[in-house]
């Protein structure tokens, strides 16, 4: 009686509550699905990374091991990642979410023949502890983004740039190679992506907020929001393991 007298006095409290409950299920379903798809991408990205490092005869379709040099397809294995984060983003409008989801699927899968690299160069175990420190420190920062009161956009626009920036460090440093300008630009790309983690989260979290669940548009969202994470992730993950790496 008292909650109906209540309602009856003051019903817009309660129309406030029960769309704050929707909303936050609503976020929480979306957040569900890019992790699902992030999580599913890392999984085929290592199963194949693997695989490719466990055979020779693989291996080789990718380097000549008599010469150390890459083969043509291990050039296109190299550069194909980027085209198709070019192709799923800028045709995002005119794609499907099924279509999406193929092309992440490919993706990911071209990702871990190009991860195989660093089985070459690194021993087993230090590519696996580091892995689990990778993944500590991504769960982390992804619960700082979506518990965390501060807006990060500002901060999102800094590390945005400062990635700009680290990405002409890097292609400097392929002339000079320097081995301290790679530690520092390992050291700045390590913070670099704990941040964007934070922030993509956090903006993940605002996007879910606003999007119908189960419409063509929330997938399609949810899939783009999963290659970003994933990309956080894996770099991550590589420049993690360019400073604790053991090499062979």
Known sequence: MNDLRNFNSNPSSYQ????????????????TNVFTYMAGALSITGIV?????????????????????MTFLGYAVMFAPLIFVLVM??????????????LFIAYSAVMGMSLS???????AA?????????????????????TTKQDLTKFGSILTMALIGLVIAMLINMF?????????????????F????????????????????????????????????????????LFLLRLFGDRR
Do not use: H, P
């Not at 936050?24 to 979306?30: L, S």
């Not at 696996?128 to 700082?144: K, Q």
């Not at 300008?181 to 790309?189: K, L, R």
């Open 117 to 123: 690299f660093i089985f070459l160069a690194y021993t």
């Open 194 to 237: 704990t941040g964007l983690t934070a922030y993509d989260v956090q903006k993940l979290k605002r996007i879910g907020s606003g999007v119908e669940y189960g419409t063509e548009s929330n997938n399609k969202l949810a899939i783009m929001g999963a290659l970003n994470l994933y990309l956080d992730f894996v770099n991550l993950f």
């Open 16 to 31: 406030q509550e029960g769309s704050a409950s929707r909303s936050a299920d609503q976020v929480k379903a979306f957040l």
């Open 176 to 192: 000079l190679g320097s081995a301290m300008m790679d530690y520092v630009i390992s050291c700045i790309g390590v913070l670099i």
């Open 89 to 102: 983003s800028f045709s995002f409008n005119r794609l499907s979410s099924f279509t999406l989801l193929l």
């Open 126 to 146: 230090s590519i696996t502890s580091t892995f689990f420190i990778t993944a500590a420190t991504f769960g982390t920062m992804a619960v700082v983004g979506y």
């Open 49 to 69: 990374a693997y695989w490719f490092a466990s055979s020779d005869a693989l291996m080789s379709s990718l380097v000549n091991m008599q010469t150390g040099g």
